[in-house]
């Protein structure tokens, strides 16, 4: 069982940065890939990006290429989302997510979910 818990999410003008952190609870958590989704109001909820299980592979949506950052410090059991240039159209909570496989391109199977942090970008 893991229990993931995200922290980092406010209130933020178009332009800026926020970094969002998710900690884990068990011993297993450096042997599951790692991702970030979100979902924005009215909409489906959607993949972000995804790290393997020692940081050596990422992955991101095409709409966070080169904004937004994923790490992880399997030491300290947390993930890390870094984003930059922060659009109105990246408002949505965002969720940690944990796939049992140590290397998931688009976590397609996500074994447990966080309970998400809202990100609000104004213009």
């Known amino acids: 069982q893991v229990q993931l818990v995200e922290s980092g999410g406010g209130l933020v003008q178009a332009g800026g940065s926020l970094r969002l952190s998710c900690a884990a609870s068990g011993r297993a958590f450096s042997n599951y890939a790692m991702g970030w989704f979100r979902q924005a109001p009215g909409k489906e909820r959607e993949f972000v990006t995804a790290?393997?299980?020692?940081?050596?592979?990422?992955s991101y949506a095409d709409s966070v290429k080169g904004r937004f950052t994923i790490s992880r410090d399997n030491a300290k059991n947390t993930v890390y989302l870094q984003m930059n240039s922060l659009k109105p159209e990246d408002t949505a909570v965002y969720y940690c997510a944990a796939d049992r496989t140590r290397w998931s391109t688009a976590m397609d199977d996500v074994d447990y979910w966080g309970k998400g942090t809202l990100v609000t970008v104004s213009s």
């Open positions: 790290i393997s299980w020692g940081g050596g592979r990422t």
